[in-house]
């Protein structure tokens, strides 16, 4: 209610404190001059507990430590104390308030008090209740007054608000009830407890009983502001712990959206990669065997040139398309490699010899050290060739014209070393793992060189770690780059995407001779060399 309340309620207030009232005055006045001590002491009890209710935030009620007493005065000496002793308490919590007197509701409070306990001291004497009785014989009549007490007192506070606030009846009768009950609930009990106590021991009982309640009351009064802030943070972290479990739950969410979305994508790419593939083998094809049928019959040397030169770019789209087919199925994991017993030393030597008219053509020297003692390995030898043919190709590409590339076999009791290594710019230190990454490419501006990467080192990468060894770039002794092959002599697959295996009609193909071009067409066209078991190599040191 407002500190100016409305006319009606203060209407409603005088009709209460009226009818208290009349109450009071035809209440019996024998108890008050029989037992004027014991009624002082009680109603200095009540005045001390009524200055300080207990608050239980958990349940969202406030119990009025004032009930219990005026149950016991009303058990023990009638109506009219008990009503005097309820006013000392209601007169004890509004002293004790630090808030202001507000006049109607303190009036109010002292009429619903009087009027209310005046009810229950009716119902409790129509049930047979009177002071003096045993305890066990006051039960149900104390029980059915405080039933009493509490539907008056309830009616009369649901009463006011709704007069002040306008609000429904019901609904905040409800809020009241809850409000309210524990208080009640507790009362009773507690006022039986304290009859009990006033018949063994007297009036000394309830003075004794002073001083373990102004402990308790002393205790709670310390330790209700710790309380209180210990529930404030126990609710600040379980709202932290919602706010963390609500991003959790978007993050997971964005998580699997995203996750979805690659796996969209990597399908996507699957898909696009086999349609490439299928578009443009067979016509490559083609366009490959009609320009060999033209060099064949054509004997004039420009045209030838010209040939040679569609002839090689072609042999270049070849090996892109064969580069990231393989390269997606190895990533699928969907093959296995061939594991056959060879000499590692006569398929360098053949890949070496292949390559030979290339480089001589281009100007750069082609250098083989080798052991004399013949080698064991197991291994995919075609796949293996197709290694060895790239890293040449890209040692051609990036080697200065008069310099000297140089493929080296180092044999050891369990693994067996294949270098690569030529005289050109090298490779920086911080681009040596990039160069294997597909499409990646490295800027070289103090050498005012751009090594763009197609798939070829992609290709070795994937190939060589399929066989359980490893490939790293590396600087060249002198200067230059330097690719380092390592393969386990036992030849055991790595557990990772491998290869597919190549038709046996393919491995054993005879080599076609190696073409012969011009090195300032070869430059132009980034033109390699023949493969000799399969169209697939890479032009390019990255």
């Known amino acids: 209610m407002r500190k100016t309340a409305p006319k009606r309620v203060w209407g409603f207030v005088l009709v209460v404190d009226s009818l208290a009232l009349v109450t009071l005055w035809l209440a019996p006045v024998e108890p008050l001059t029989e037992s004027p001590g014991m009624i002082l002491l009680l109603m200095a009890l009540t005045a001390l507990v009524g200055t300080r209710p207990v608050r239980l935030k958990w349940l969202g009620v406030k119990i009025a430590a004032t009930h219990p007493f005026i149950f016991c005065a009303l058990a023990v000496l009638g109506a009219g104390p008990a009503m005097l002793v309820g006013l000392a308490g209601i007169l004890g919590a509004q002293l004790g308030s630090r808030k202001p007197l507000v006049p109607v509701h303190f009036t109010f409070n002292m009429g619903a008090s009087a009027l209310s306990t005046g009810v229950a001291a009716m119902v409790f004497t129509v049930l047979g209740g009177a002071p003096g009785q045993p305890v066990l014989s006051l039960i149900v009549p104390l029980t059915a007054a405080t039933a009493a007490f509490f539907a008056t007192n309830s009616g009369l506070v649901t009463s006011v608000i709704v007069l002040d606030k306008r609000q429904r009846f019901y609904e905040t009768w409800i809020k009241t009830f809850r409000w309210t009950i524990v208080t009640y609930v507790a009362g009773m009990p507690l006022a039986v407890l304290m009859i009990f106590m006033l018949d063994s021991m007297g009036p000394w009982g309830l003075v004794l009983g002073i001083p373990p309640t102004w ?276 030849g055991e697959a790595a557990a990772k995407p491998v290869l597919p295996q190549v038709p046996v009609e393919q491995r054993d193909a005879p080599a076609p001779a190696p073409q012969a071009v011009d090195a300032t067409t070869a430059r132009q066209d980034e033109a390699a060399f023949t493969d000799t078991s399969a169209p697939v190599r890479s032009n390019q040191q990255g």
Not at 291 to 299: A, F, G, T, V
Not at 418 to 443: H, L, N
Not at 454 to 468: P, V, Y
Request: some cysteine.
């Open 215 to 490: 402990m308790i009351l002393a205790y709670y009064r310390a330790n209700k502001e710790k309380a209180e802030e210990q529930q404030l943070r126990i609710k600040e972290i379980e709202a932290l712990n919602a706010h963390l479990e609500q991003r959790v739950e978007e993050r997971t969410h964005d998580l699997q959206e995203a996750l979805a979305q690659v796996k969209e994508l990597q399908s996507l790419k699957a898909t696009l990669t086999q349609t490439l593939v299928h578009d443009l083998k067979n016509p490559l094809a083609a366009v490959a065997g009609n320009l060999d049928l033209l060099e064949m019959q054509n004997e004039n040397e420009r045209v030838l040139r010209l040939v040679r030169r569609s002839r090689a770019g072609a042999d270049r789209l070849q090996r892109m398309i064969m580069d990231l087919m393989d390269i997606a199925r190895m990533e699928e994991g969907r093959f296995t490699l061939s594991q056959e017993r060879l000499n590692p030393c006569t398929l360098v030597a053949k890949a070496f010899e292949n390559a030979e008219v290339s480089f001589e053509q281009q100007g750069i020297h082609l250098e083989l050290r080798q052991p004399d003692e013949p080698c064991i390995l197991r291994a995919d030898p075609t796949v293996l060739h197709r290694v060895l043919d790239n890293l040449l190709a890209n040692a051609l590409r990036y080697s200065p014209k008069g310099g000297t590339v140089t493929v080296a076999i180092i044999p050891d009791a369990e693994t067996f070393e294949i270098t690569v290594s030529d005289q050109g710019t090298g490779i920086p230190a911080e681009f040596r793992e990039m160069v294997f990454e597909k499409y990646a490419q490295v800027e070289l501006r103090d050498a005012g060189l751009s090594i763009n990467r197609g798939l070829g080192l992609t290709f070795c990468q994937l190939a060589i770690e399929a066989h359980g060894g490893k490939i790293i770039a590396e600087e060249a002794p002198g200067g230059g780059a330097m690719f380092r092959v390592t393969l386990p002599v036992g």
